[in-house]
């Protein structure tokens, strides 16, 4: 998948992304450009550098390993914005 915001995975990005990673049990990594990063650590994720539009293959081994790529996919496609309403959206 690729990284659709426009800040790229930034130090926020990185932290929601890690911190949804320790939710599961198994080991998650993170590959863009042939370089692997543990996805349960912050400064792993960031030290990808992935700009938009890079190419991220998430990476998970062992228990609830798919759980784990959907849950990410799904915060990386939602430009890492929680779940619910757009942001700003009011009645």
Do not use: W
């Amino acid at each position: 998948m690729r990284i659709g915001n426009d800040l790229g995975l930034h130090l926020r990005a990185a932290g929601l992304l890690a911190q949804l990673a320790e939710r599961f049990p198994c080991e998650i990594y993170l590959e863009v450009n042939g370089r692997r990063a543990n996805g349960k650590s912050i400064m792993s994720v960031l030290s990808l550098a992935a700009a938009k539009g890079s190419q991220v293959t998430i990476i998970a081994e062992g228990e609830r390993a798919d759980d784990a790529v959907a849950a990410l996919v799904d915060l990386v496609e939602r430009g890492f914005e929680p779940p619910g309403p757009a942001r700003g959206a009011g009645p």
